[in-house]
């Protein structure tokens, strides 16, 4: 299932393979520069999406701000499961060591990965994520890592909305950390800041450990 992406393998053949998952209207280029913030170190596997919303990439359709088109949400959810399983195999990586980073859209279609596929990633760096889907048979998502950024003023992704979806990942298993900040939508220098904290302390040995 082909997307339009862009790989870059990563000074140390067993490091993480970060998959980078845009905002509604960004491209794969979008979030190169906080892939190096987070682990410079890291292959980078960026996507596209293969959707367009008024000529604005996204990954799966809504019917309005805020209401996902489900059944197109599954289906894209599986079509990115698919491609990642062949990006591996032509890259030379285990799907195993992918960690997502998303941002909004990019976020949702993450935060539904892992909901509908359980462990198929390493773990997830979610910004500003919305519930992707309610009332479906949640995986065993046990001692997987979830990071998420949200704002206390966002008026896209509400903090009951991000309490929620922390709710569900907990009730999966998943380890959760949310950080709040006291911005809007929009993604910060600050919020990336904490995120490649946490990172750090969850993925990279601490410098003088054996």
């Known amino acids: 299932m082909r997307m339009k ?5 990563g000074a140390d053949a067993d490091a993480s ?9 960004g491209n794969e280029e979008d979030l190169l520069p906080l892939a190096e913030m987070v682990d410079p170190s890291a292959s980078v596997l960026s996507v596209r999406g293969n959707v367009l919303e008024n000529g604005m ?6 019917l309005s701000e805020g209401v ?3 059944e197109d949400l599954v289906f894209r959810t599986w079509e990115l499961k698919e491609f990642l399983e062949e990006a591996a195999q032509e890259y030379g990586f285990s799907p195993r060591r992918l960690i997502a980073v998303g941002y909004s859209n990019g976020a949702n279609i993450a ?5 509908h596929y359980g462990k198929i990633l390493q773990g997830a760096v979610l910004h500003h994520p919305m519930v992707p889907r309610r009332g479906i048979e949640l ?8 990071f998420i950024g949200a704002g206390r003023n966002d008026p896209i992704c509400v903090p009951a909305e991000t309490e929620e979806l922390e709710k569900l990942f907990q009730k999966a298993g998943a380890e959760v950390e949310v950080h709040w900040g006291s911005t809007g939508h929009q993604l910060t220098r600050s919020e990336i800041g904490v995120a490649a904290a946490w ?6 040995e601490p410098e003088g450990s054996l």
Do not use: C, I
């Open 17 to 25: 393979v970060l998959l980078l998952l845009h905002g509604t209207g």
């Open 199 to 204: 990172y750090k302390n969850t993925y990279q």
């Open 68 to 70: 996902f088109d489900e």
């Open 111 to 115: 935060a539904s990965l892992l909901l």
């Open 139 to 146: 995986p065993d998502l046990s001692g997987l890592p979830v």
């Open 57 to 62: 990439p996204r990954f799966f359709h809504r």
């Open 5 to 9: 992406h862009l790989f870059r393998k």
